[in-house]
């Protein structure tokens, strides 16, 4: 954990920032691996919502956008960036994180706020999913 990563996730608060603290700690995964599996969770996510009305598929497709844009900066970033992009992607494919994505109508809720803070401190607030 550094002080960097305390600066960016700590104000989330309770398990949303334990995890991705963790997954800051984690060693970096190619690229084309996190884009892989940003792409089969939205469509899971896609593929889940047409039978379920309790997903915010809004927020999903929002942050698996997103992920898909920090992605494609990925490989000119440097080793902290692309660990927050990392940490961004992760814990938007994880289904059991801080809220429980695909059966939850606010499921998505904790994803997009550890989304928020990486588009936020990388400097794409552009990219900030609302949760209106």
Known sequence: MSE???KVFRHLG???AELALELFDMPA?????LRTEVVAYNVKVR???VRSTTIDYSTAQGIGKGCMVLLELADDADAVTRALIQVACRYFVLEEDGG???HAPLGFDDDAEVFNAVANHIGRPDLIVSLD
Request: proline share 6%; aromatic share 0%; hydrophobic share 35%.
């Open 4 to 6: 960097l990563s305390e």
């Open 14 to 16: 309770g398990r949303t």
């Open 29 to 33: 995964e190619p690229v084309a691996l």
């Open 47 to 49: 593929d889940t919502a």
């Open 100 to 102: 429980r994505d695909l």
